[in-house]
Structure formats: structure tokens, C-alpha cells
């Protein structure tokens, strides 16, 4: 019933800065949350950014300082701006969208981008 799309991934040299947008769109009742994963080469897929509908704000220490997330709320639209990007921050990026439905909450995704950084 939800569908997200992303953009703005690439590549980057390290030091330099990215921005990442997802829009959700589709049979909406309410969002949860909107949040940012990634997933490195042999790695398991990791939390970078959270931001709940009720204001909440959590970063991964890992980039803590570094990213910001933020949310356009009538537009159904999470942003996630990484500065100072180092060769580590490689990996794939997804959009993941907490709906509320009749049942209860469900986890949406985005199709996931890639994002390296090289050295």
C-alpha cells in the first residue's frame, strides 16, 4: 500500500557530502517513523538515522556529527544529509518507512541506492 522512492546516492570522494531523499507515497493512514539503513559487504544491515513522527531523533554513533536527518512531514519526505563521508560510510543505503495499518505497524522499503566513498 506504501511505496518509497529514493534518490541521491553516488559516489563521493571521502570528505565530501551527499544528500539522500525518500518519498512516500500510496494509501497512507499514518508514519511511524522514517529512517535510514545500511548495509556494507559482509556486514548486516544497520540503523543511521531515525526520526519517529512523535519527534524522536537517534543517530548511529558511527555518525553521529556527521549526518542529519530530517523530514518534510507534508510531503511524506525524510531526508538524510552525510557530510564529512569517509571510505567506511560505503555501503547501501535504504529508506525504511514505519506505517501504522489496521493491524498494526508495518515496515516498508526502499529500493536501496549505493553510496561509496572513496579514499
Known amino acids: 500500500q506504501v511505496q518509497l522512492v529514493e534518490s541521491g546516492g553516488g559516489l563521493v570522494q571521502a570528505g565530501g557530502s551527499l544528500r539522500r531523499s525518500c518519498v512516500a507515497s500510496?494509501?497512507?493512514?499514518?508514519?511511524?517513523?522514517m529512517n535510514w539503513y545500511r548495509q556494507a559487504p559482509g556486514k548486516q544491515r544497520e540503523l543511521v538515522a531515525l526520526?519517529?513522527?512523535?519527534?524522536?531523533?537517534n543517530y548511529a554513533d558511527s555518525v553521529k556529527g556527521r549526518f542529519a536527518i530530517s523530514r518534510d512531514n507534508t510531503k511524506n519526505t525524510v531526508y538524510l544529509q552525510m557530510n564529512s563521508l569517509k571510505p567506511e560510510d560505503t555501503a547501501v543505503y535504504y529508506c525504511?518507512?514505519?506505517?501504522?495499518?489496521?493491524?498494526?505497524?508495518?515496515?516498508?522499503w526502499g529500493q536501496g541506492t549505493q553510496v561509496t566513498v572513496s579514499s
Open positions: 525504511n518507512v514505519v506505517a501504522s495499518e489496521l493491524l498494526g505497524p508495518r515496515n516498508y
Open positions: 526520526a519517529t513522527s512523535g519527534g524522536i531523533i
Open positions: 500510496g494509501s497512507i493512514f499514518s508514519i511511524n517513523a
